[in-house]
Antibody
């Protein structure tokens, strides 16, 4: 079965940094692009980032461009999101998701349960 | 950047009713639209992709339609577990693949 497990969420001060991880299993990780999305408390879903299957092409929402970096280690079946210069409006549950179309950019067919990031002093 | 606008924000219906949710794109996106369901405390679940194709394991009471800028998610007869929030998302051209702001289907 496809499984995605996020970790790394924490309470961090404004201006701080954090790295989230997403451990994947149950599929050939290196054959799939991956996505990050987030959800602020009581709010809707927000697209965050996409990385291709090889890890050499990335995309970001305008709200995180220049502050967040997505990467992956295909030898470890793990996706990462490195976040710096964190702000209060980055407070959210962060979800990783598998790209339905394999290497071709597509929708999110499997989601992790999310990891909570709180940015507060 | 493509903006998706969902309506209504909240839909108050009873079990057994038909639900009709709308998603409008700020520019034509062909049929590159998906619908997700999110129950409280859970991750989103893919229901419909490419406007009208049901994802694996999704009951036939869920159907999607539309193309271009106007899309609809229909639930033919609401079951208790269908009361949730529904989001649309596009995948036109390249990321970012933005989401709509959501429609909450609540029990009347």
């Amino acid at each position: 079965d496809v499984q995605l497990v996020e970790s790394g969420g924490d309470l961090v001060q404004p201006g701080g940094s954090l790295r989230l991880s997403c451990a994947a299993s149950g599929f050939t990780f290196s054959d799939y692009a991956m996505h990050w999305a987030r959800q602020a408390p009581g709010k809707g879903l927000e697209y965050v980032s996409t990385i291709n299957s090889k890890g050499d092409s990335t995309y970001y929402a305008e709200s995180v461009q220049g502050r967040f970096t997505v990467s992956r280690d295909n030898s470890k079946n793990t996706l990462y999101l490195h976040m710096v210069s964190l702000r209060g409006d980055d407070t959210a549950v962060y979800f990783c998701a598998r790209n339905r179309g394999g290497r071709s950019y597509d929708f999110n067919d499997y989601w992790g349960q999310g990891t909570l990031v709180i940015v507060s002093s | 950047e493509i903006v998706l606008t969902q309506s209504p924000a909240t839909l108050s219906l009873s079990p057994g009713d038909r639900a009709t949710l709308s998603c409008r794109a700020s520019q034509p996106i062909s049929d590159y639209l998906a619908w997700y369901q999110q129950r409280p405390g859970q991750a989103p679940r893919l229901l419909i992709f490419d406007a009208s194709k049901r994802a694996t394991g999704i009951p036939a009471r869920f159907s999607g339609s539309g193309s271009g800028t106007d899309f609809t998610l229909s639930i033919s007869s609401l079951e208790p577990e269908d009361f949730a929030v529904y989001y649309c998302q596009h995948r036109f051209n390249w990321p970012p693949f933005n989401f709509g702001q959501g429609t909450k289907v609540e029990i009347k």
